[in-house]
């Protein structure tokens, strides 16, 4: 158990950019995402996950700008009929790092760190977009066109409620409709 704590904890490493050691000017990076990355923060959504990340991270004198760019996909179970498939995920985050008295993270894509920091931990910002890049309602490509087979979608098609045709109404309720109507 100590050994697998260790290599997380060495994989998550990986993400802390020691941005004190580079020189002013653009620097690339490049992740490649996968479950495990997920299972460090206890994340059991995506039945897999296969995401590349390219980060451009500019250095300046007094700012560090990251581009964050996502591409692959994450499997995930459809919300209707409970089948896997491959969600795309093509995504981008700008982050605008700053150097201030206190650490102040309140603004989504400006993040002001204390001037004596010297390296930036990545990890979250991953972490949220690729999570962010997934729509809330998650649906099989198939059931959009029509295409799946499976029992619960031939089971929600029986279930369906079928329009209701009342012949008979209570003629009271027509009089009420025309009094509606007149006002």
């Given at each position: 158990m100590h050994a697998q704590f260790d290599s997380m904890m060495k994989e998550m490493n990986t993400f802390i950019i020691p941005f004190i050691g580079l020189?002013?000017?653009?620097?690339?990076?490049e992740y490649q995402i996968d479950k495990k990355f997920f299972e460090t923060f206890q994340y059991d959504e995506f039945d897999d996950v296969d995401v590349k990340v390219d980060l451009s991270f500019v250095k300046k004198a007094t700012i560090l700008e990251l581009d964050f760019q996502?591409?692959?996909s994450v499997t995930v179970a459809c919300d209707i009929s409970n089948e896997l498939f491959n969600q795309p995920i093509n995504n981008e985050f700008k982050l605008i790092v700053k150097f201030g008295e206190i650490y102040n993270d309140d603004h989504d894509e400006i993040l002001v760190i204390p001037h004596t920091e010297f390296q930036l931990n990545i990890t979250q910002y991953i972490y949220e977009s690729i999570i962010l890049a997934v729509p809330l309602k998650r649906i099989h490509p198939k059931v959009i066109d029509g295409s799946l087979k499976s029992e619960v979608i031939e089971k929600l098609k029986e279930l369906e409620v079928k329009e209701i045709k009342v012949e008979n109404i209570d003629p009271r309720w027509d009089k009420l409709k025309d009094f509606k109507n007149t006002k």
């Open positions: 020189k002013e000017g653009k620097h690339q990076f996502f591409s692959g």
